[in-house]
């Protein structure tokens, strides 16, 4: 597997259209997320020319991967339609703060993919530890993330200093949280 | 439910607030003092099941999640990995693992006690709540169709 990580003008060419397709596979089709989707792609207002995405490639040249890295300093998934998940704590605006949203690894090549089996396999590992570098490579000493609850115990086994910004929400029937990620005790700063 | 006064909570003097890491700290006494509530419990369909430990048999291995917040402003959250276990023939909910939570436990002297630390005595501490029941009231409610297959499947497996 291989890593592939930029802004949309530095990620090869193709890359970008591959992401917001695998998006709607897993976020719309899979997960069932009401996400704004237009001819298979998942794209939103945070996907700017800024924007930096991170994705793992396997072996056959099939995106296993996705995340997407925010600068805090501007508009941000979090701040922007979330900010009650942070318990109250206003918005970070910080160049040490990135947002990580969009993470997902499934793979679709395994014989029974599940939006439930993501956690399950070796891209997901290998994609949260690249974003945090990625995070890290631009100045970021922390990470909040707007996530499914179970990427918490994901973040922790992998040995990641993280914990939670407040309780859970469900919406849309979804139960997700905020979790800040320290990226300078992970061994990136 | 039994109401919150942060003046009232032995060791404890000052109002909950978040701090910039996005942590509430306060004392164990002070946590103790304050009520959670269930907020959701869900099934772990992803987790990594042991091998079964009966012999000849293939016991269905039940695990899951559950999340619960004080009624405070702002709020403390905990949750937790759970396992159904059998015991002797009996089932009953075990905590498995840490407990993950929003809270930075302080010494006497509001110094923080650091993760870990914090981490041992939010296990103890929850270990002592009455969880169980309500976790399997939602989890009955949520998943009755499921558990249904579920306890089918054990059924014959047993033969």
Redesign the interface.
Known sequence: MRVISGAVAGLPEGYYGRVTHYRHRVFVEQLGWHLDAQDGAETDQFDRPDTVYVMVEDEGGNIAGCARLLQTTRPYLLGEIFPQL????APPSDPTVWELSRFAAMDFNARAATP?????HSATALLMRASVACAAERGAQRLITVSP??I??LI?RLGL?A??????M?IEGH?I?AC?IEVKASGHA | MKSYDPRGAAGDQLPLTVSADGYVRLTLPAFRAIPLSHLLSELDLDADLPPSTASGACLASIVGYTEWASQTIPALSVGWDWRLATTAGRVRYEREGEVRSNVMLLDARRRDLGGVATGMLLCAAVDVLDWERAVDNYINNRYACHLSNLTVTESRSNL
């Open positions: 942070l318990n109250g704590l439930l089996s993501q956690f399950a609850v179970g918490e115990r922790r200093e914990h939670r910004a407040g309780p859970p469900i139960a949280f800040w």
